[in-house]
């Protein structure tokens, strides 16, 4: 339908804006964020310039439609910024290669910012410090997700092979851990399902989507995962990321 043309290096990440999806955020290799009109002329509606090394992750801010959004770069730096503006607001200089990157539900003021060292930090963007740390991980943190209808508790992956459910107030150790490193390698990606208590998880051993049931936060197992898993693609690795329409009938 359309081919947007303007970063002079990979595009690495895209994100829809929250609600209308009349907006594009992407990051690219040249180490310049850009927004993006969706519909219209989808022109370059701006150019964000802070990072110095390419962009590894971006996230929308979701409790002010958009209003702010988050990016992650391999200068070892976290900027939250003013979408309209396109000031940035906050930069914080993680101590260790930040790896991925998101909001909380309710509050645009925490950002959790998972590292290359196996940490997530919950970060008080007013106060500029670690409110928070969670630190089971071995290995390098490759998503964080917030369980389906749930902004307390949220789901982390690794290079480590693992799977951990998280309860955002308490740090010292996960609600659940699925470890099976004799079946499934890392987790890269984890999708949402829109329709189900479900998420989708990509594996780049198998070269599978995995798709887990959420029983609740009340229940002794939070994840489930399901028989049936979803393959097609001969090889697996960092680059196959779900994603789930928003029937929840089509993944791709």
Known sequence: VHTWLGHARGVSCARIFPGTGHLMLSGSLDCRVKIWSVLGDRSCQRTYIGHNKPIRDLTFSSTDAGGHFASAAFDGFC????TE???CVVAIEHRRQPTCIRYCQRRPDLLLIGGSDGKIGLWDLRMMRVAREYSAHQDAVNSVTWLPGDDELFVSTSDDKTVRVWRLVEEKAPLQTLQKPDVYDAYPAVAVHPTEPALLFSSTATSAILPMT???????VILRPRHRSIVGHQTGGNVCRPSVSPDGRIVA
């Open 79 to 82: 900027k939250h910024w003013d």
């Open 214 to 220: 959420v029983a609740g936060g009340t229940s002794s």
């Open 85 to 87: 503006t396109g000031q």
